[in-house]
């Protein structure tokens, strides 16, 4: 199957020079990884030479070091590679999504110039590991599936407004569920849908390894002053952080840096992680992605939705069995902080959320 696919890319100009920087991100990484420049060329499959030449290359035009070099200690990154090797991070983090949403509206567009057939199933979702995992599942399948990352109400709605065929939300397991619901229950209300289980996944506080602030719950976090990395309104995420700030009485103009805005878990926690912000709510994953400590809060689950009607769609019926799949149980079991006890299940929205049926 023919996919237009979209990246970012770092590039550092200097003096009329431009050179990008991808090569030694990647033998950056390497290094960090192996400890040695001579391990992380072989692991890429350069020359010893040719790796130091092309480092020696970025240094000249930065101006300063990448790499400090100890005989019998191999290669430890300076501060401006781990500088770099960060905002790699933060840049995949807050535009890979975005990204793969335009990629996917490319596509279908130059599917239309060029007169091909453009039957796609299309997928308005919160973006996640497990669902960025299905989506993956599918392309390796030749499933034709068009994701247009979206905050659950926004994909909701564009499920009612019959603008996707398969929708995703995710809603709080205990007492949140149902002020969480409210929000959906206008757009769904009364109408034949179905709810396929993906996963369920743990969120919380995320903080710096150590938990250097002391941070054990959101009252905390106007306590100490902590700078919040925040989501979207509109987001899941979002909704349940201003439910748990009503909930514990907190005011939200004591919360610091509540307008900081970044539109994924993996963006929060690769702020936080670059030092930008000391806490966020988001899920396990996004904390042992970037290697920070998690405060859990509560358990979600994350589900997809789609019509009655569409339910016999050869392409819907194709999802649901990747979704059902023991492979793609495994995958979801592997994500940090995620369950696959109910992966799968599919049932009638009156059934899986009473108040919306």
Same mark, same amino acid.
């Given at each position: 199957?023919?996919?237009?696919?979209?990246?970012?890319?770092?590039?550092?100009?200097?003096?009329?020079?431009?050179?990008?920087?991808?090569?030694?991100?990647?033998?950056?990484?390497?290094?960090?990884?192996? =400890?040695?420049?001579?391990?992380?060329?072989?692991?890429? =499959?350069?020359?010893?030479?040719?790796?130091?030449?092309?480092?020696?290359?970025?240094? @000249?035009?930065?101006?300063?070091?990448?790499?400090?070099?100890?005989? !019998?200690?191999?290669?430890?990154?300076?501060?401006?590679?781990?500088?770099?090797?960060?905002?790699?991070?933060?840049?995949?983090?807050?535009?890979?999504?975005?990204?793969?949403?335009?990629?996917?509206?490319?596509?279908?567009?130059?599917?239309?110039?060029?007169?091909?057939? @453009?039957?796609?199933?299309?997928?308005?979702?919160?973006?996640?590991?497990?669902?960025?995992?299905?989506?993956?599942?599918?392309?390796?399948?030749?499933?034709?599936?068009?994701?247009?990352? %979206?905050?659950?109400?926004?994909?909701?709605?564009?499920?009612?407004?019959?603008?996707?065929?398969?929708?995703?939300?995710?809603?709080?397991?205990?007492?949140?569920?149902?002020?969480?619901?409210? &929000?959906?229950?206008?757009?769904?209300?009364?109408?034949?849908?179905?709810?396929?289980?993906?996963?369920?996944? %743990?969120?919380?506080?995320?903080?710096?390894?150590?938990?250097?602030?002391?941070?054990?719950?959101?009252?905390?976090?106007?306590?100490?002053?902590?700078?919040?990395?925040?989501?979207?309104?509109?987001?899941?995420? %979002?909704?349940?952080?201003?439910?748990?700030?009503?909930?514990?009485?907190?005011?939200?103009?004591?919360?610091?840096?509540?307008?900081?805005?970044?539109?994924?878990?993996?963006?929060?926690?690769?702020?936080?992680?670059? !030092?930008?912000?000391?806490?966020?709510?988001?899920?396990?994953?996004?904390?042992?992605?970037? !290697?920070?400590?998690?405060?859990?809060?509560?358990?979600?689950?994350?589900?997809?939705?789609?019509?009655?009607?569409?339910?016999?769609?050869?392409?819907?019926?194709?999802?649901?069995?990747?979704?059902?799949?023991?492979?793609?149980?495994?995958?979801? &079991?592997?994500?940090?902080?995620?369950?696959?006890?109910?992966?799968?299940?599919?049932?009638?929205?009156?059934?899986?959320?009473? @108040?919306?049926?």
């Amino acid at each position: 199957m023919k996919r237009i696919s979209i990246a970012p890319q770092l590039r550092f100009r200097r003096d009329g020079n431009e050179l990008a920087l991808d090569k030694v991100l990647s033998l950056l990484t390497e290094v960090q990884t192996h =400890g040695n420049l001579q391990a992380a060329s072989q692991a890429l =499959g350069q020359s010893y030479r040719g790796a130091w030449g092309h480092i020696k290359e970025v240094e @000249s035009l930065m101006g300063a070091p990448l790499l400090t070099m100890a005989r !019998g200690r191999g290669a430890v990154l300076t501060p401006l590679a781990q500088r770099l090797l960060w905002g790699q991070k933060r840049l995949q983090a807050r535009l890979g999504p975005l990204l793969e949403t335009m990629a996917s509206e490319l596509q279908t567009e130059l599917d239309d110039l060029l007169l091909e057939q @453009s039957d796609q199933l299309r997928l308005f979702a919160s973006h996640g590991l497990a669902v960025a995992a299905l989506v993956d599942f599918a392309g390796r399948a030749g499933l034709p599936v068009d994701v247009s990352y %979206r905050g659950s109400i926004e994909a909701i709605a564009a499920l009612a407004k019959h603008e996707c065929e398969v929708a995703s939300f995710h809603v709080p397991i205990g007492a949140l569920a149902e002020p969480v619901l409210d &929000h959906y229950v206008p757009l769904l209300k009364g109408k034949a849908y179905r709810v396929a289980d993906v996963a369920s996944r %743990r969120l919380g506080l995320l903080v710096a390894r150590g938990n250097p602030l002391g941070i054990a719950s959101l009252a905390d976090v106007p306590r100490t002053g902590a700078r919040f990395a925040n989501r979207e309104r509109g987001s899941g995420t %979002r909704i349940i952080f201003d439910l748990l700030l009503a909930r514990d009485g907190i005011d939200p103009s004591t919360v610091p840096g509540a307008e900081n805005i970044e539109f994924t878990h993996a963006a929060v926690a690769a702020y936080i992680a670059s !030092g930008r912000a000391d806490t966020g709510l988001a899920i396990e994953a996004a904390a042992s992605q970037f !290697g920070l400590d998690f405060i859990p809060m509560l358990t979600e689950r994350y589900c997809l939705m789609f019509p009655e009607s569409a339910s016999e769609s050869p392409h819907l019926r194709a999802l649901l069995e990747i979704l059902q799949s023991e492979a793609y149980r495994q995958a979801v &079991h592997a994500i940090p902080g995620y369950s696959e006890s109910a992966t799968g299940r599919v049932t009638p929205l009156s059934e899986a959320f009473p @108040s919306l049926g």
